[in-house]
C-alpha cells in the first residue's frame, strides 16, 4: 500500500516525515531504523534532534543501518556518509553510537565488507522503517538503473547523472568516487514499512515514473510498489507529476 503525503515545501515535508520516524521510535524503543543521507532527510533529522533534545525522542535502545558509503572515503572524510550522519543526526541525539552501522568505505576489501555488512543486516532484523531518498534517476540507495534489480549488498559503479548530482559537496567532479557501497534492494524490500522523501522540481519525472510506471530495473524505485507499505511524503513541486495522474493524496 502507498500513503502519499503532499506538503506545501521541505520544511513541511520533513516535520510530516519526522513525525513518522518519531511515532515508530516511540512506539518501539528499541526499533531499527534505516537511514539515508543526502539533501533530502536533512530537515528530519534536525526534527528528530529537536524532539531529542525536548525529551519527547529517546534513541537510548535505537539501532541504525544506513543504506550506503563510497568506496574510499573514511568516516573522517567530510563526504563520507559516516561523517554526514554523524553531523546531521548521531551527534545530536541520544544514541548508542556503537549501534549504528554504516558500510565501511575503507574496508580492504569492498566485496567482503559488502558480505560482512548483509550479515549484520540479517542479525539485527528487518528495519522497522527504511527511510529513502530518490535520485533524479530513479535510484534508491546507490542501486542505479540496471537491466536487473540487485538484491543483496552491493559494490556499485556510480552513473554520470549521480557523480553530477553529487558533484557540489566536493571540490571538483574529479573528486567524487566513482564507487560506493550499497545495500541492495533486498534489505530495503524486507523492511516493515518504507519512508520515502522528495523535494523539488528535479525529481518530479523519477517520482511519477516510479510509483506511475511500470515496476521496471532502470527505475530502481519503481520495486517500492511491490511493497506492502510505503510512506511517500513530498513537497508540491516533487510530487507535481505523480499527482497530475490522479493518484490518491492524504492531506
Ligand atoms: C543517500 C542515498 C541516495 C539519495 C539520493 C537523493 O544515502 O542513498 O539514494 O537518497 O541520491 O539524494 P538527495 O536527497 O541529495 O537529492
Redesign the pocket.
Known sequence: MLRIYCTENYEAMSRKAAAVMAAQVIAKPDCVLGL??????VGLYQNLAAGCAAGDLDFSHVTTV???EYAGLDGTHDQS?RYFMDHNLFDHINIDKSRTNVPDGKAPDPEAECRRYEALLASVGPADIQL?????NG????NEPADTFTVPTHVVTLTDS?ID??ARFFASRDQVPKKAL?MGVGAIMRARRVLM?V?GPD?AEAVKAAFAGPVDPHVPASILQLHPDVVLVGDKAALAGLVETGVEVCV
Open positions: 539515508a543521507t543526502g539533501s533530502s532527510p544506513n543504506l550506503d556518509y529513502l531518498g530518490m535520485g533524479r535510484h534508491i540507495g546507490f549521480t548530482a553529487n550499497t522523501v523535494s525529481k
